[in-house]
């Protein structure tokens, strides 16, 4: 391979990537070149057309875009619009359906009550008092001290089981608080977003949006490896996981993965919505998806697509980081090491940052480092 020449190397077309791309470029009028390690842009936001149906379908699990950042907003609005779209979830245990998150209305399903929210209220306290004053350092005892055992049990311990394959006291109690608990019967999952949709062309439209300027130029295929001689003015940004980078010097990261299942369906509504959990045991998937249900102002055709998300254990293909003590520890060796010893090498996004970011945050974060950059890489 040739030696590259720029005055910015990204490696990592994901938003990290693209939005530093297209800050630096249009912003700095400076010249990126971006490695790719697949084939196409956009991260595991990707999505494409599915050739069958016509259906689009996010490739790496179902993103549903939310925001409550108003420069996250103000910045991505220039490049995609969002349709109507509201998220909802549900969830089927012992073959009923059941609204997620837990609200008054799972609460009464699920115990056969018809309380008011102060009654829901008070019944849950009970529910949960023995856990109450235990620490809640791990995600089982956080999860039962809010929700109680019995919903725990049905709803949320064997989906983690699965999803993480770890027992749930392994796990940082972090991980519970994405899942909130109502006493009202707003099934809305992202009530307080003040944007929320699927990119009304898709997501990958976006990425092609961000990077389409004469200043940056893709390289598809490419394995970035840390000692590549290449010809860097400013900097190289780094947005894959920092193990890889630096050859496992201080030991692997775990990456919880997933893999999908798709199925074509001889009518033109599977499920009836978008996203269904499936927290028992029995099933080894944990989610069917349905995407012709995020973009209901298409006209898609007399056949629908379903995908089966199965959880597995891959270092290759990174979606979760494995929050727990050892992995955490490992992560700050490289950060620490990548900090002391390479000034021209910068790191970000979920997988260098082994963080659980939803993609708001992901471009918020690489919004603040252009800042940054601006500043201290100026002429
Ligand atoms: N979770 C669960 N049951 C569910 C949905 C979620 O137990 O039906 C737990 C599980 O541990 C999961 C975590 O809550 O990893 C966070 O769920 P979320 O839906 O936010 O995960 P994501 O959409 O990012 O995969």
Known sequence: MKKIKTDFLIIGAGFY????????????????VILEKRDHIGGNCYSETDKETGIEFHKYGTHIFHTSINSVWEYLKDFTSFNSYRHQVLSRFKNKIYQLPINLETINNFFKKDFTPSEAKRFIL???????????????????????????????KNYTYKQWGKNPKELPASIFNRLPLRFDYNESYFKNALVQGIPQDG???????LIDS????????????????????????????????????????????????????????????????????????TRIHEPRHLHVERNYGKKTLIIKEFPTLDNNEPYYPIN????????????????????????????????????????????????????????
């Open 214 to 285: 004469a200043n940056i130029d893709i390289i598809y295929n490419y394995n970035y490896e840390y000692n590549n001689d290449h010809d860097i003015k400013y900097l190289t940004i780094y947005t894959g996981p920092l193990d890889k980078l630096l050859n496992n010097k201080f030991g692997k990261l775990d990456w919880r993965s997933l893999k999908f299942k798709k199925q074509i369906m001889n009518c033109e509504d599977f499920q009836g919505t978008s996203v269904i959990n499936f927290p028992e045991k029995k099933y080894k998937f």
């Open 17 to 32: 990537g693209c939005v530093l791309a297209e800050r630096i470029a249009s912003v700095m009028k400076k010249k990126v």
């Open 203 to 209: 997501y990958t439209k976006i990425f092609e949006r």
């Open 324 to 379: 727990d003590t050892q992995n955490r520890s490992r992560h700050k060796k490289y950060k620490d090491f990548l900090n002391k010893n390479n000034k021209k090498l910068i790191f970000g996004g979920r997988l260098a940052d082994y963080a659980y970011y939803d993609m708001d945050m992901t471009i918020s974060a690489a919004l603040k480092k252009f800042d940054f950059i601006k500043k201290n890489f100026k002429n």
């Open 126 to 156: 009970r529910e949960t008092k023995k856990f109450s004053k235990t620490q809640k350092i791990n995600f089982e005892v956080k999860a039962k001290s809010q929700i109680g055992e019995k919903l725990y049990n049905a709803f949320i």
